[in-house]
């Protein structure tokens, strides 16, 4: 890298915007700034069929030579490394249709930007909570709401007056803070920041009805590029026309019905607030109602789909033609709706008796299986999975609080566990003891790990999980609160303890448990996290959690933390789906935090792997050889942990003197003596040559996760 040469800093920039976006739950795909450099931008890759896919490939083939990379915008973070590998000098754009987005795109060599504003004064200026986000050459995108996906790229008289265009369905706008390969930039970091906590906090507002009178929304909520020609809406309109329609109960009633209402309205609390309160543009009710109904049931026919509207009192009256309108654009882009992990999919079913008095079956082929298979995603890889709901229980005195507020910790960095790859994100942390407990708890972890402290967000004013039948509902609306502020996912929601959580309910009711499970499962949809509850074991442990044993029926996974004599082990009892046999050994070592009005010492503690000879005995699997205790150390371990000792430094330098992270400059010396730190901590040995850190980071800066900067003789190198 040339001496003024940002190109590591811009690749490593866009690279993690990209995910940044993807994991707020934006739609991404890489573009040169304005041209996209894959097939289907405008579609969720998740709502494209094997056929549509088929023909993009070949579409692609046929004009550049070789098949895309990927077809389709995405929020997948594996598929987004793998693009800007490809692509490294790509900005992250977003699409819009999918991420229910409609951005207004003023143009500076049109005044676009003034005159908009002079149109927003005039009602009372911008907004609230609108965002607006500066574009390379001056001009703005302001970014709304389309959560009914009522508007394309057609922006009519705001076009011709107020020199501003419109991107909705089928369009496409570049990520704030992004950087194009001439230099151009879309906005700060702080633009980057600000969108991403409106869209995540639900603040970005819809369309005001002024704008919408100047674009004219399209007619009975319909895309331009659905018309009724369109060969997928035809075969639907030739379907309802032929087809023979069950009754409603069958269909969608909460007891027998094949698609029971109940389960979206569990999984998704904004579709029973909708469905009970409809708005009054009937059109646009009936598609969002479409949206739900494919993502929760996507074998729903269009035929099920009008019998539904015909018993919805927010459907109105429409025609075969708006039905097959709305059906396809929902086939499109369906809501997500989350399954619950508990197995209830492959449970019992009722039979049903047909007219002839013979039972009817109902059957899966293992082929559909298969053909809809996806590997089970972790919080902590082999641990934890996401969108579950677990238990952590064990004498008391073992550390169970400890280690989880530790959990919670590492998991809110984004930090590896135990040797275990964690999803990082947002963590809330419900506790019943008091406040002082855990000030110092969160004191002692902070002062022995990260000045920062974690950043965990704690709540002690828990709702009861059994009398309050809003219970989940509030701890959603917590968690959204929490995203809105940090502008990442919740990923962890932890319940300190079970107990100080249900208070009157009887721990051995299969009635009262289950119905706190039930609520703690609610959470885990909606927020598409993992849940774990803290518990505690009868006198024997051996007999498993105290109280009954609908909470270990319940449960995905179950994680059991004993005691011994030179440590405590936390190791899996019960894993859905997955290997049993993993474990973390660990310890609680007293430190002290402060002192009290004597003068005497306060202490808490932390948590420690436990060492075994010079090796740290890390997570493991049972079934693994003792020999595989040791930390890994070839040189791609060695690589990793310079960065992330590296990023611990740098933050820790930022904690304390206030400057950004990124302005952190560090020396080669610097790092060594914080990584040998690190490594004697791991049990490793240290690096005794002088030349291997400086190898170490140069391999950084080549990868674009840090820069460098001075001479031979000042040499400083900053995050990328």
Known sequence: MTVGDNTGERQSTNRKNARFFAQAGLYVFPSDGKVPLIPRYNRADTSISKEEREAAIEEYVEKHGAEPVHVGATKDDATLVKLWRKFPNAVPSISC???????????????????????????????????INPTKSGGIHVV?????????????????????DVRGVGGQFVGPGSIREDGATYGTQADKQAFVRAFVGGQLPTLPDYVVELIGSQPEGEASSLSDSDPVVKGFIEELGAGQREDHVSLFDSTVGRFPLDFIRECRPDFEFFYDHPGDDRSANRLKAATFLVGAYPELTVNDYAVFCGEWAGAGEPDDRQLAREFARAKRNPAHVSRPSDGSAFGPVEEEVDETGHKRLSHIRASDLVASYKPIRWLVKRLIPLNSVGALYGLPNVGKSFVVFDLASHARRGREWFGRK???????????????????????????????GGDVALMNNVPNLFKDPKAADKLIAEARKCEADSGQPVRLVIVDTLAAATTGADGSSDKDMGLVCERLRKVATALDCAVLVVHHSGKDVTKGMRGSSAILGAVDYTLLAEGSKVGSTLSVEKMRDA???????????????????????????????????????????????????????????????????????????????GDKVEEIGLTSIDILKALNVDRRRSGLPELKERTAVPRLLARLVKAGEIVKSGDNRGTEYRLA
């Open 422 to 452: 964690i999803a990082g994100g947002d963590v809330l942390y419900c506790y019943a003891e008091g406040a002082e407990g855990m000030s110092g708890r969160a004191k002692a972890w902070a002062d022995n790990n990260d000045t920062s």
């Open 144 to 164: 709304f709401r389309d959560p009914d996906s009522r508007f394309s790229n057609r922006a009519g008289a705001l076009k011709k007056s107020y020199g501003t």
């Open 97 to 131: 249709g999918p991420s229910k987005l409609v951005v207004l795109d003023a143009d500076q060599k049109d005044s676009g930007p003034e005159k908009l504003r002079a149109l927003f004064d005039e009602h009372g200026g911008p907004p609230v909570g609108v965002a």
């Open 579 to 657: 290997s049993k046999t993993q474990s973390i050994r660990f310890k609680l070592v007293e430190v002290v935090i402060g002192k009290d009005d004597d003068g005497e010492d306060v202490t808490s503690c932390i948590v420690r792997p436990v060492v075994i000879g010079d090796s740290v005995d890390m997570a493991t699997d049972d079934s693994e050889d003792e020999a595989r205790l040791t930390p890994p150390d070839e040189p791609s371990d060695k690589l990793a942990a310079t960065l992330r000792v590296f990023r611990e430094r740098a933050e820790s330098i930022a904690a304390e003197t």
